[in-house]
């Protein structure tokens, strides 16, 4: 069951909507620091990791940081408030892990528990690499309003 649509309500598969919604941001957070050079326009930063202006100028106030470059720019996203920011910092938190638990992917992106081990049952397996990610997703449904 890919698709099911009633009252605006769908149910699709978790590796549609990483397809769709994070992968873009984390290919542009890629482009934007292969072809921008530092020191980063600050709006630019905002508009990149999916922030205000304000809380960025107020993160880097915060952490008296006077310029964005590309150690400053990974050290806000541990403060900013964006999905993808929070996505990237519990990514971060596993970074030694050649392999994921069903624990690690649901505190990484957010989802349901039961989902996510139901999803590593039928694969069969306890671990999974970043290659066998998107058969994990696939066997995980998220409703989207």
Not at 89 to 96: D, L, R, S
Not at 104 to 122: C, P, R
């Amino acid at each position: 069951m890919n698709h099911y649509t009633s009252s605006c309500v769908t149910l699709q598969s978790f590796d549609q909507t990483y397809t769709n919604s994070i992968r873009p941001k984390l290919e542009a957070i890629d482009l934007f620091l292969k072809s921008s050079e530092a020191p980063y326009a600050s709006t630019e930063v905002a508009s990149v990791l999916g922030v205000e202006h304000a809380e960025l100028l107020n993160t880097m106030n915060e952490n008296n940081i006077v310029e964005l470059n590309r150690l400053t720019f990974f050290h806000v996203i541990f403060y900013l408030s964006s999905d993808i920011c929070k996505l990237i910092t519990k990514q971060w938190k596993y970074h030694n892990c050649k392999a994921y638990s069903a624990q690690m992917i649901s505190d990484i992106y957010k989802l349901n528990i039961h989902k996510v081990t139901s999803a590593f049952e039928e694969i069969g397996t306890e671990l999974i690499t970043d290659v066998e990610l998107m058969e994990v997703f696939k066997r995980i449904h998220t409703t989207v309003f």
